[in-house]
């Protein structure tokens, strides 16, 4: 039963700390999402990559959060140093898109619950 | 990417079925429109797609119409599991081919059932 899995599920740090979440897509995925989901903002696009190279990442604040995929079974989002508004459920999703063979639904993660107090 | 409009809430009772409606009145010819659900405390998953006409799963029907202006997700006799939040979106299909292919979520519809 393929799956996106994510670590942590649960975070509490302190403001000032570095966070790094894991997501592992689904083998043979090509594309990765990172989505922040809160109350006031909804699920919103932070970055996406395509073959491990980063496509779009206009969507996170570029001083503080960086997003990377190391190799094909790794994709890390990185906040340094985090701050009581980074507090937000961030999911990892993966799909196979953007391709001769068509696109696939996106498959979501569990989440990583961020708390930054 | 064409921007979706779809209500905030919906309330209903188990049995009933319950029709989410979306406007997309900027749909792009090679668009598709997709639905997810998602259940609290939970990420978002795949429950429909469809282009024109009906399609019908095991889980829901999508109703669009010749204009494809709008689109209506049609759950039958919806169960108290059924409350979540469903996601009406526009873009690339199962057939699109686009570099910057990519899945942009709206507000959502939060669906609440009753017993």
């Known amino acids: 039963d393929a799956r996106v899995t994510q670590t942590p599920r649960h975070k509490v740090t302190e403001m000032g700390q570095e966070v790094t979440m894991r997501c592992q897509p689904i083998?043979?995925?090509?594309?990765v999402f990172w989505y922040r989901q809160t109350m006031m903002q909804g699920l919103e696009l932070l970055a996406y990559?395509?073959?491990?190279?980063?496509?779009?990442d206009s969507g996170m604040p570029k001083d503080r959060f960086s997003a990377e995929m190391p190799d094909a079974t790794l994709a890390t989002l990185k906040i340094q140093p985090s701050e009581p508004r980074d507090s937000a459920v961030y999911f990892c999703?993966?799909?196979?898109?953007?391709?001769?063979?068509?696109?696939?639904?996106?498959?979501f993660g569990q989440g990583t619950r961020l708390t930054v107090v | 990417l064409a921007k979706t409009t779809q209500p905030i809430s919906m309330d209903s009772y188990e049995g009933q079925e319950v029709n989410i409606t979306c406007s997309h009145n900027?749909?792009?010819?090679?668009?598709?429109i997709t639905w997810y659900q998602q259940f609290p405390s939970q990420g978002p998953r795949f429950i429909i797609q469809?282009?024109?006409t009906k399609v019908t799963n095991e889980v829901a029907s999508l109703f669009i119409p010749a204009d494809r202006k709008s689109s209506t997700l049609s759950l039958p006799r919806v169960s108290l599991s059924d409350t979540a939040v469903y996601y009406c979106?526009?873009?690339?299909?199962?057939?699109?081919?686009?570099?910057?292919?990519?899945?942009?979520f709206g507000s959502g519809t939060r669906l609440s059932i009753r017993p």
């Open positions: 900027n749909i792009a010819t090679n668009d598709y």
């Open positions: 469809g282009y024109k």
């Open positions: 999703a993966s799909g196979l898109l953007g391709t001769p063979k068509g696109n696939t639904e996106a498959f």
């Open positions: 990559f395509r073959n491990r190279a980063p496509l779009d």
């Open positions: 979106l526009v873009g690339d299909g199962p057939f699109g081919y686009s570099s910057a292919s990519k899945i942009i």
């Open positions: 083998l043979g995925h090509n594309t």
